[in-house]
């Protein structure tokens, strides 16, 4: 972490979990434990439970954020929901991307960047997943992957508006499986996405952008994880459904 330079973030990624009573029993837990916390505090959430977490997160520190959206406006996209839908009910920030969003519902990098561009324009802070597959960093292509996700998933996004923008590097093969990268792997290809901003846009813009490690961050890794220079957070999966839990990854992107 770089506090001088840049926010630190832990996010939470629900995914589809938690009914609306069960996201307000672990959000009043989460909230005197992201009290004090000195870094950012989001929880991304289901749909269902955006105006719930919104409501009860007034007054403090913690922000939420939605784990999709569309890129058009409206229309007859059945099932999506737009940017302007989420920032109405309060959302602030929203994950693009993600490794599962690819896998099982065919999100490219195209639709990626479209997504993100939609966000930005409706005032949301979009969090945009890079990773590899296992086989392509058995390749040992994972520079090349990770480069291109980076130049595709933000083409024609403005300087100003990557600065409003978080990363989050998340291997593929250590999501939801319980491996984790090294903390050297981790600093490594989140060193490497942000000399890829440098050189798209300039070293002040990548110094000024989060880029988090998602994949299976836990209260057992995160310290290491977290004294990389390059890792400003984390996207936290399951550790962030246990209050107790994203406590202490708080606690330790708060040193």
């Known amino acids: 972490m770089n506090k001088a330079l840049r926010q630190t973030v832990i996010a939470g990624n629900w995914k589809m979990n938690k009914t609306r009573p069960e996201a307000k029993e672990l959000i009043e837990a989460i909230k005197p434990l992201a009290e004090k916390a000195d870094c950012g505090v ?41 940017a302007d839908m989420l920032t109405e009910i309060g959302v602030e920030y929203v994950i693009i991307g993600h490794s599962e969003r690819r896998q099982y519902f065919g999100e490219t990098d195209e639709t990626v960047n479209k997504r993100t561009k ?24 994972t520079e090349e992957i990770v480069a291109r996700q980076i130049k595709l998933d933000l083409f024609d996004v403005s300087a100003e508006d990557v600065k409003k923008t978080i990363i989050a590097y998340e291997p593929v093969w250590a999501i939801g499986t319980g491996k984790v990268a090294t903390s050297e792997q981790a600093e490594e290809v989140c060193k490497l996405i942000r000399d890829t901003l440098a050189k798209l846009y300039s070293q002040e813009v990548a110094d000024a952008v989060t880029i988090q490690y998602g994949g299976s961050m836990n209260p057992s890794n995160c310290e290491e994880l977290l004294a990389q220079p390059d890792v400003d957070g984390g996207l936290i999966g ?3 459904l246990k209050a107790e839990q994203f406590g202490v990854l708080l606690n330790a992107a708060s040193k």
Do not use: D, Y
């Open 42 to 82: 989001v929880i991304c959430v289901p749909f269902t439970n955006l105006e719930t977490a919104v409501e009860l997160t007034k007054g403090t520190n913690i922000k939420v954020g939605a784990e999709n959206v569309h890129f058009e406006k409206s229309g007859a996209f059945t099932g999506e929901i737009s």
């Open 118 to 141: 939609a966000a930005l324009a409706a005032g949301l802070k979009p969090i945009v997943c890079v990773g590899e597959l296992l086989w392509e960093r058995e390749c040992g292509i």
């Open 238 to 240: 399951g550790a962030s």
